[in-house]
């Protein structure tokens, strides 16, 4: 069978399965990669490999025998030396093989972001020992954040309220790091009065935008988002102005999951994500391409709009399971997509296994405002429950 294009996926949890059904309609091949079976992209694939992304060896063999078009990243904890290697070669990493180096490690896009482009970013620094993130205290103050440059989904992060916290956030944080690089980072905390994830397209013709989409965090990772995002005129302009230099700096087509912190008129660049991103899973219903479609677009060369068109305001709501276990099912599904007062969707992640806090499945909704979009979604999740057999 003759596809469009080869795809290698390096992770293959939720936002990898979207991204896995966005590119077979497109007519690609997916081969799924994750450290272990069963992972939710795999489920769809047409092929996969179970193996560390960190061994050098391993993700250099998956690459040699499977000759993919295209390298996708959809996780942080990635050997990225081989990603420079192969690209290097003539594989095509998205967005970059530099893009991926940068972004896999916290302290060197945070460093881009401030030091080379001059974005505003929050006071920062860096720590390789708990006593170096004491010292680090007094430069960024109380109270600060601290987390390890290598994670995802908030693992590891923490509010340092007094001095006497920093020994927990610092142990906190070293037993939750992805990879093996033992440095964290501590940051001025920003008393914002919202954040943004604003979803920046690179493509053939240039650089696009989705609606802004503001998100709620709870331990570091995030419980709901809504699009679109309410923020002034000025403050969406300077937002898309920064989006737009770093994305042009780290090169490459795909989406990037480009967050801020918003104070007033004042825009903070957070963090960068060259892929899809967990707050943009409320795209699934906002819009009519999803960041899956429109990052599958960008990456095969293909028509991306320069105007997303909105379907209406919508929300995200996460589902969360509470104990770890490998025996168990969901009811309440038929409750929750009936739910009143709008448009409801659900999506159920199909991960083997469940823990405290892991993210199962996400409500979607969509409705006359935001606001409401919000409490359809909440509600909805609230009605799916995971049963322990």
Same mark, same amino acid.
């Given at each position: 069978m003759a596809f469009t294009a080869k795809i290698l996926l390096l992770g293959s949890g939720e936002l990898g399965r979207e991204f896995v059904i966005s590119a077979k309609r497109l007519g690609c091949q997916v081969i799924a990669c994750d450290s272990y079976a069963g992972a939710p992209a795999m489920q769809l694939a047409d092929r996969f490999e179970i193996f560390s992304m960190l061994d050098g060896e391993l993700l250099r063999a998956a690459i040699d025998k499977h000759k993919p078009d295209f390298v996708v990243p959809e996780v942080e904890a990635i050997?990225?030396?081989?990603?420079?290697?192969?690209?290097?070669?003539?594989?095509?990493?998205?967005?970059?093989?530099?893009a991926a180096q940068l972004t896999m490690n916290r302290d060197r896009i945070r460093d881009v972001a401030a030091t080379e482009l001059g974005l505003r970013t929050s006071t920062y620094r860096y720590a390789e020992s708990l006593e170096e993130a004491r010292t680090a205290l007094a430069d960024t103050g109380l109270p600060c954040v601290v987390k390890p440059v290598m994670s995802s989904s908030g693992k590891g992060q923490s509010t340092v309220k007094t001095a006497e916290d920093i020994e927990r956030a610092w142990d906190y944080a070293v037993s939750n790091m992805r990879g093996d690089r033992r440095r964290v980072i501590v940051e001025a905390f920003i008393d914002f009065d919202y954040e943004i994830t604003l979803l920046t397209i690179r493509h053939k013709d240039g650089v696009s935008f989705c609606p802004p989409i503001g998100h709620r965090q709870e331990r570091g990772d995030y419980q709901e988002s809504w699009q679109p995002a309410a923020m002034s005129a000025k403050a969406l302009a300077d937002a898309q102005d920064m989006a737009r230099k770093v994305v042009d700096d780290l090169g490459g087509h795909g989406i990037f999951g480009v967050e801020f912190f918003v104070r007033g008129?004042?825009?903070?660049?957070?963090? /960068?994500?060259? =892929?899809?991103?967990?707050?943009?899973? @409320?795209?699934?219903?906002?819009?009519?391409?999803?960041?899956?479609? /429109?990052?599958? =677009?960008?990456?095969?060369?293909?028509? @991306?709009?320069?105007?997303?068109?909105?379907?209406?305001?919508?929300?995200?709501?996460?589902i969360l399971a509470d104990r770890n276990s490998e025996n168990f099912h969901f009811e309440g599904q038929a409750e929750a997509l009936a739910t009143r007062g709008g448009e409801i969707d659900l999506r159920i992640f199909a991960k083997p296994t469940t823990r405290p806090y892991r993210r199962m499945g996400v409500a979607l909704a969509l409705a006359n405002d935001t606001d409401s979009a919000r409490k359809l979604a909440a509600e909805a999740a609230s009605k799916v429950r995971i049963v322990y057999d």
């Open positions: 050997r990225t030396s081989v990603l420079a290697d192969v690209e290097a070669e003539g594989v095509r990493v998205v967005p970059s093989a530099r008129e004042e825009v903070i660049f957070s963090e /960068l994500s060259p =892929r899809p991103h967990d707050t943009g899973m @409320v795209t699934l219903i906002s819009q009519n391409l999803s960041e899956f479609d /429109l990052h599958a =677009r960008a990456i095969l060369g293909l028509h @991306v709009p320069d105007q997303m068109r909105l379907n209406g305001p919508s929300a995200s709501a996460v």
